[in-house]
């Protein structure tokens, strides 16, 4: 079983939509959870930075972390075309020097349609 | 905040060159700056962490002559991938962090070895 499972899609929706998108994960000493997107051809941009179980918000985004289920979740309200990315869920153990090595997940490819 | 660039965003070499990649934070101070490497439709896969004035650290399986790593300051860190052969070609992308604080990435630098 792997560290991080994330579905890769492709995950379609028109604009407008809500998208909810999932992790989960193995490693019960993960304690940062990060969300971020990548654009074709370019880095991974942090969207959503959390490390505790509950619900953070920010604009149409918000990032929901359960780890007594192991479990995160990213939704997006009011889809639009620019969000059409590939979304990566991140986890690490620590924060800070050599224990702040991220495990990704696999990413998924998202497409908002106008 | 927490802009990251890297240089150079294309290369495009002769088989048996060495390539050097720069990563620099621009705004802020990082204590800690990774490398990634990724191939098409996959995440992105950690080759070496790398803290200011320190030897990098390098994950199994890569190699160390191959892909030298250096972290003169705390806003600088490069790649050089020596001799490089066409297996080398793949999307190379640096992160930096401050202690306690999510990673940010360049935007990564494409290299192609002919």
């Known amino acids: 079983q792997k560290e991080v499972e994330q579905d890769p899609g492709p995950l379609s929706v028109p604009e407008g939509a809500i998208v909810s998108l999932n992790c989960t994960y193995s490693n019960s000493a993960f304690q940062y959870f990060m969300w971020y997107r990548q654009y074709s051809r370019k880095g991974p941009e942090l969207l959503m930075y959390t490390y505790s179980s509950g619900n953070k918000e920010d604009g149409r985004f918000t990032a929901q972390v359960d780890k007594s289920s192991k479990y995160i979740s990213l939704f997006i309200r009011d889809s639009q075309p620019s969000d059409s990315a590939t979304y990566l869920c991140a986890m690490s153990e620590g924060s800070g020097g050599s224990n702040y090595k991220l495990t990704f997940g696999k990413g998924t490819l998202l497409t908002v349609n106008p | 905040g927490a802009v990251v660039s890297q240089h150079p965003s294309r290369v495009i070499c002769k088989s048996g060159t060495s390539v050097k990649i720069e990563c620099r934070s621009l705004?802020?101070?990082?204590?800690?700056m990774f490398w990634y490497r990724q191939f098409p439709k996959q995440s992105l896969m950690l080759m070496a962490t790398?803290?200011?004035?320190?030897?990098?650290?390098?994950e199994q399986g890569v190699e160390k002559d191959k892909f030298l790593i250096n972290h003169a300051s705390l806003t600088l860190s490069t790649l050089t991938v020596t001799s490089a052969h066409p297996e080398d070609s793949s999307f190379y992308i640096c992160?930096?962090?401050?202690?306690?604080?999510?990673?940010?990435f360049g935007d990564g630098t494409r290299l192609s070895i002919l």
């Open positions: 790398s803290n200011e004035g320190s030897k990098a650290t390098y």
């Open positions: 992160s930096a962090s401050r202690r306690g604080e999510p990673q940010h």
């Open positions: 705004d802020f101070q990082a204590t800690t």
